[in-house]
């Protein structure tokens, strides 16, 4: 449960920074306190169901936006994730993904 807690923390901070709130200016609109705000984005505690709702309204997330969170998790398990969907997929498609990625190769 505790990871649940962490990811979904995560998630509010990315969308919320994506919309460029600060934590002060999104607790005034969600109406909560900022220290519960800060313990959610920090995976200390959940958010309440009424909290989830009105966060996504005001941050026009869907559903799957908020609770997609499969890219945060942990690095050994998101390298083995990777390599998992590179491995099914065709020879045309690793090419241009081998591609993109050399993009990153710094």
């Known amino acids: 449960m505790d990871k649940e807690k962490v990811l979904i923390g995560r998630k509010i ?15 005034e609109q969600i109406g909560i ?12 505690s959940f958010p309440s ?5 009105r ?11 908020f609770f997609n969170f499969e890219y945060l998790q942990n690095e050994n398990d998101l390298e083995t994730g990777i390599i ?14 081998y591609r993109i990625i050399k993009q990153f190769d710094i």
Do not use: H, W
């Not at 966060?55 to 936006?65: C, F, R, S, V, W």
């Not at 998992?84 to 993904?97: G, M, S």
């Open 13 to 27: 901070k990315e969308i919320r920074k994506k919309n460029k709130l600060t934590q002060e200016n999104f607790c």
């Open 84 to 97: 998992k969907i590179v491995k099914n997929l065709p020879y045309e498609k690793k090419q241009i993904l």
């Open 55 to 65: 966060i996504m309204e005001k941050l026009g997330a869907t559903p799957d936006d």
């Open 49 to 53: 169901m009424q909290t989830v709702l």
């Open 33 to 44: 306190e900022p220290s519960s705000l800060s313990n959610i984005e920090n995976g200390k």
